[in-house]
């Protein structure tokens, strides 16, 4: 079979790129190593297991709706937040293509309603910020809600299983290259299938499978971002003036030792910290989400600290997982958890002096100490940013703040991709979603799909 596009990788880059396609008639495969939607059940959501029964394909991270569709999709509709697609298409467009992406959710199903903060407020909070340095960028969200999530992704399936070929549970091993130009795919199991173009959007679950693709292809790297850090969990009350008007801000700011750069990211308002399990590494890292059926008293949001590393060292996925595996280690391959006041009073944290705080962990952690898994650079900066959140958000830097690890991302290998996301050196091949680093999240993971999709049938970036 000969197909117009190739595409690796059914989450929202892949599925956006395939409807966009779709629409222009090209006759397109969508290949991704995971289960359909309603296949997807991790055994420990469903109680039958209590820690990673190492699956096939992990149904948090893999199969048709990408990583994240077991949580509710919280839908970033603002420009600043969730990648770096703005860079290759510029402000504008990506701005119509965040209204496009965003329009095709609630037509599939998405709660219609979005939140945005009033002026007034919004201008109050970035000039307490702006005092202790903290930049504080307010956002536009949409909730899809947590059934209404699996609902949304089912419905794109539906829609696109009449006009693609769709294979799941199908891992890809290689893109095959004929005279300079990708000429189709070769899966694991040795098959193979030809086409004029690969769209590869393996998201960050297939980031150590793009690393090696780097590695055989000899593509070119833009940057190595590493980014780690940890999960805050604190009272809803402590974030509530914030979260009611924004439901979630992104907040910026360079501490003052190190001068790192640190971000918040995915602020979870009466939501609850997961375990996020990595196949490729064995490894079991920290995330959060919340649920629209189902609400706990807390807040969480990551702290997250951006490194960029520089030649020779070129094993930025490899930094992160080595942290990642120390926190398994001393957790006996669960996650960390531990109060500030222990980390900042150089004492592990113990389950009675958690039981002894204000916060009811909702997330199952081992009580212990993250001064030993992370460096003295991170801990300072956690420490140092969350001082200044307190400007903000005063409480967050209580001694009973929950602070779990680590929460990695491993968007680490940023390709070096042309405007329309296409790869230099290499004809015929293009890159979209979280795997290549040009987003972080469902909205312009899905926008990079449209962008590249649109390219290949040889159009200017249009939402
Ligand atoms: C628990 C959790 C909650 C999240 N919540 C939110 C949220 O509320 N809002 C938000 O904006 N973002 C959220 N995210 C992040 C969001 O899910 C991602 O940014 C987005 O899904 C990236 O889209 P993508 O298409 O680039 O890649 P992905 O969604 O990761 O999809 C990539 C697909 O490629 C497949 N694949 C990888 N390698 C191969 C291979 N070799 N062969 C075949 N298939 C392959 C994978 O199985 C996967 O299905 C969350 C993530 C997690 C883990």
Same mark, same amino acid.
């Given at each position: 079979? #000969?197909?117009?596009? +190739?595409?690796i990788?059914?989450? %929202? $880059?892949? &599925?956006?790129?395939?409807?966009?396609? =779709?629409? /222009?008639?090209?006759?397109?495969?969508?290949?991704?190593?995971?289960?359909?939607?309603?296949?997807?059940?991790?055994?420990?959501?469903?109680?039958?297991?209590?820690?990673?029964?190492?699956?096939?394909?992990?149904?948090?991270?893999?199969?048709?709706?990408?990583?994240?569709?077991?949580?509710?999709?919280?839908?970033?509709?603002?420009?600043?937040?969730?990648g770096n697609l703005?860079e290759y298409?510029?402000?504008?467009?990506?701005?119509?293509?965040?209204?496009?992406?965003?329009?095709?959710?609630?037509?599939?199903?998405?709660?219609?309603?979005?939140?945005?903060?009033?002026?007034?407020?919004?201008?109050?909070?970035?000039? #307490?910020?702006?005092? +202790?340095?903290?930049?504080?960028? %307010? $956002?536009? &969200?949409?909730?899809?809600?947590?059934? =209404?999530? /699996?609902?949304?992704?089912?419905?794109?399936?539906?829609?696109?299983?009449?006009?693609?070929?769709?294979?799941?549970?199908?891992?890809?091993?290689d893109i095959?290259i004929?005279?300079g130009?990708a000429?189709?795919?070769?899966?694991?199991?040795?098959?193979?299938?030809?086409?004029?173009?690969v769209l590869a959007a393996p998201g960050r679950?297939g980031a150590p499978w793009l690393e090696r693709l780097i590695g055989t292809l000899s593509l070119p790297i833009a940057s190595m971002p590493v980014d780690i850090?940890?999960?805050?969990?604190?009272?809803?009350?402590?974030?509530?003036?914030?979260?009611?008007?924004?439901?979630?801000?992104?907040?910026?700011?360079?501490?003052?030792?190190?001068?790192?750069?640190?971000?918040?990211?995915?602020?979870?308002?009466?939501?609850?910290?997961?375990?996020?399990?990595?196949?490729a590494?064995?490894?079991?890292?920290?995330?959060?989400?919340?649920?629209?059926?189902?609400?706990?008293?807390?807040?969480?949001?990551?702290?997250?600290?951006t490194k960029n590393f520089t030649q020779p060292f070129n094993n930025p996925i490899g930094y992160a997982t080595?942290?990642?595996?120390?926190?398994?280690?001393?957790?006996?391959?669960?996650?960390?958890?531990?109060?500030?006041?222990?980390?900042?009073?150089?004492?592990?944290?113990?389950?009675?002096?958690?039981?002894?705080?204000?916060?009811?962990?909702?997330?199952?952690?081992?009580?212990?100490?993250?001064?030993?898994?992370?460096?003295?650079?991170?801990?300072?900066?956690?420490?140092?940013?969350?001082?200044?959140?307190?400007?903000?958000?005063?409480?967050?830097?209580?001694?009973?703040?929950?602070?779990?690890?680590?929460?990695i991302k491993l968007y680490s290998l940023r390709l070096e991709l042309n405007g329309d996301l296409s790869v230099p050196s290499i004809g015929?091949l293009w890159m979209a979603g979280d795997g290549a680093g040009v987003s972080r999240?469902?909205?312009?993971?899905?926008?990079s799909?449209?962008?590249a999709?649109?390219?290949?049938?040889?159009?200017?970036?249009?939402?």
């Amino acid at each position: 079979m #000969r197909y117009d596009v +190739v595409i690796i990788g059914a989450g %929202p $880059a892949g &599925i956006f790129a395939a409807a966009e396609l =779709a629409a /222009r008639g090209k006759k397109i495969l969508i290949a991704d190593k995971g289960k359909l939607i309603r296949e997807r059940l991790c055994p420990i959501a469903g109680g039958q297991v209590k820690s990673c029964a190492n699956c096939a394909s992990c149904a948090v991270v893999s199969g048709w709706g990408g990583a994240g569709a077991a949580s509710d999709g919280k839908l970033t509709l603002t420009t600043g937040f969730g990648g770096n697609l703005e860079e290759y298409i510029g402000r504008d467009a990506l701005l119509s293509m965040i209204g496009r992406v965003d329009d095709a959710f609630v037509r599939f199903g998405a709660d219609p309603h979005s939140y945005e903060a009033g002026a007034e407020t919004a201008h109050e909070t970035i000039r #307490r910020g702006a005092q +202790v340095g903290l930049r504080v960028l %307010p $956002a536009r &969200i949409r909730h899809i809600g947590t059934d =209404a999530s /699996r609902m949304v992704l089912n419905s794109m399936y539906e829609d696109l299983v009449s006009r693609c070929d769709i294979r799941m549970n199908a891992p890809v091993a290689d893109i095959l290259i004929r005279n300079g130009a990708a000429a189709g795919i070769r899966f694991e199991d040795g098959s193979e299938a030809e086409s004029g173009c690969v769209l590869a959007a393996p998201g960050r679950e297939g980031a150590p499978w793009l690393e090696r693709l780097i590695g055989t292809l000899s593509l070119p790297i833009a940057s190595m971002p590493v980014d780690i850090g940890v999960r805050v969990e604190v009272p809803d009350s402590v974030c509530e003036a914030l979260t009611r008007e924004f439901y979630e801000v992104k907040c910026l700011y360079n501490t003052p030792t190190f001068d790192d750069r640190c971000r918040t990211f995915c602020m979870n308002p009466s939501g609850f910290v997961v375990h996020e399990y990595n196949q490729a590494h064995h490894l079991v890292t920290v995330n959060g989400h919340s649920l629209k059926n189902k609400k706990s008293s807390n807040t969480n949001f990551a702290i997250l600290v951006t490194k960029n590393f520089t030649q020779p060292f070129n094993n930025p996925i490899g930094y992160a997982t080595h942290i990642a595996k120390l926190a398994n280690m001393l957790a006996g391959g669960s996650l960390l958890v531990q109060r500030l006041a222990d980390l900042k009073g150089g004492r592990r944290s113990t389950r009675s002096r958690i039981g002894r705080g204000m916060i009811e962990p909702t997330a199952p952690a081992e009580p212990g100490d993250l001064s030993l898994v992370l460096p003295h650079r991170y801990v300072t900066d956690v420490v140092e940013f969350l001082d200044a959140l307190n400007r903000i958000m005063p409480g967050v830097s209580h001694g009973d703040t929950l602070l779990y690890g680590v929460e990695i991302k491993l968007y680490s290998l940023r390709l070096e991709l042309n405007g329309d996301l296409s790869v230099p050196s290499i004809g015929n091949l293009w890159m979209a979603g979280d795997g290549a680093g040009v987003s972080r999240g469902i909205i312009q993971a899905a926008a990079s799909g449209v962008v590249a999709a649109q390219a290949i049938c040889g159009e200017k970036p249009r939402g």
